[in-house]
């Protein structure tokens, strides 16, 4: 099934989700191609969840012995984080490419919006460590059309506020429905709490420190009592904030290798800018599809 929309041309429904021509294309080579390592670690999220924030906090945090903080040519100083952390099927195989892997170092950091079912096979069966970062659906709504409209992928006729809230709530997201992807990594962390991490957009905002330890910890690779006193926790997450982000010269000015805009990927970073948008019938409209959908998951989102 296709449906226009979204992005201007149509999206298609691929293994269950919604998904453009290209990013297809990428998607199906590297599920036939790539061979993931047990020590690789991938970042997948929905889209405009917050997935710079987060390969800037994994970067920094697999990297600090290489990198330490205070280094002037810090690659996140340097480099856009998606430059740093690349897409599987947005950027490496994007168009069907064949990737060379011969510069990354163990180990591996990776991502990918792709929903777990259809990640490459290895990926699900090694010991591969997914986190998975969730963000409330009002503000990732209003951060996916703002998005839409700065890289203007989309027709004019297609691109009102009204018209993308209808598909999203239809679950017509590139990569949706938004709930299904969201739930079934939600589903695995509970199950498999060693392969899934899964964490949320507010909560990292509200508990940073206390969320960059357990990503650490996961990943383990956790913080000595020594690095803690010396105040390296406090130092990531400083660099890697919204604010000392996106006022980097690379991230103003700089484009991807892909060729987007390093300064699309960076607007508010803020809980609840959905307010200065919605209708309270649209905000009661996805209140009743959220609880339909997450009802007795245990799941429950912040929009404050
Ligand atoms: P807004 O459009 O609401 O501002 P993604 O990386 O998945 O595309 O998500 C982009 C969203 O994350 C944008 O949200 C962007 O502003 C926000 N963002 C980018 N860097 C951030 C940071 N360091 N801290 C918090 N939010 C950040």
């Not at 080579?29 to 889209?47: E, H, K, M, R, Y």
């Not at 920094?60 to 205070?70: D, E, G, S, Y």
């Not at 992928?153 to 999203?168: A, R, V």
Request: include cysteine; proline fraction near 6%.
């Amino acid at each position: 099934p296709k449906e226009k929309g979204w992005i201007g041309s149509y999206i298609y429904n691929y293994q269950g989700f919604w998904i453009s021509p290209r990013l297809l294309q990428g998607a199906i080579a590297c599920q036939q191609q790539f061979q993931a390592q047990d020590s690789d670690i991938f970042l997948v999220t929905n889209p405009k969840s917050g997935t710079i924030w987060l390969k800037s906090l994994l970067f920094a945090l697999v990297n600090r012995m290489k990198h330490p903080m205070f280094e002037p040519n810090h690659p996140l100083l340097i480099k856009n984080p998606h430059d740093l952390v690349p897409f599987l099927e947005l950027t490496l195989y994007v168009d069907g490419q064949v990737p060379d892997f011969s510069s990354f170092t163990t180990p591996r950091l990776l991502s990918s919006h792709l929903p777990f079912a259809s990640l490459p096979k290895s990926v699900q069966d090694s010991k591969t460590k997914l986190v998975y970062l969730c963000r409330n659906p009002k503000d990732t709504f209003i951060s996916m059309w703002h998005f839409a409209n700065n890289l203007r992928l989309h027709h004019k006729d297609t691109n009102s506020l009204e018209k993308l809230f209808d598909l999203f709530c239809k679950g017509m997201s590139v990569y949706g429905p938004f709930w299904d992807h969201m739930l079934d990594y939600w589903k695995r962390s509970i199950e498999n709490p060693n392969k899934v991490l899964f964490l949320m957009y507010e909560e990292i905002k509200k508990q940073p420190k206390m969320h960059l330890k357990r990503l650490a910890e996961f990943l383990e690779c956790p913080f000595s009592i020594k690095e803690e006193n010396c105040g390296i926790v406090d130092e990531i997450l400083r660099m890697c904030s919204f604010k000392s982000l996106s006022n980097l010269e690379v991230n103003t000015t700089g484009k991807l290798s892909t060729g987007e805009e390093n300064k699309v990927f960076f607007r508010r970073g803020e809980i609840g800018d959905w307010k200065n948008y919605f209708t309270t019938e649209m905000s009661e409209k996805l209140n009743n599809i959220i609880e339909q959908k997450f009802q007795g998951s245990g799941l429950k989102f912040s929009y404050i």
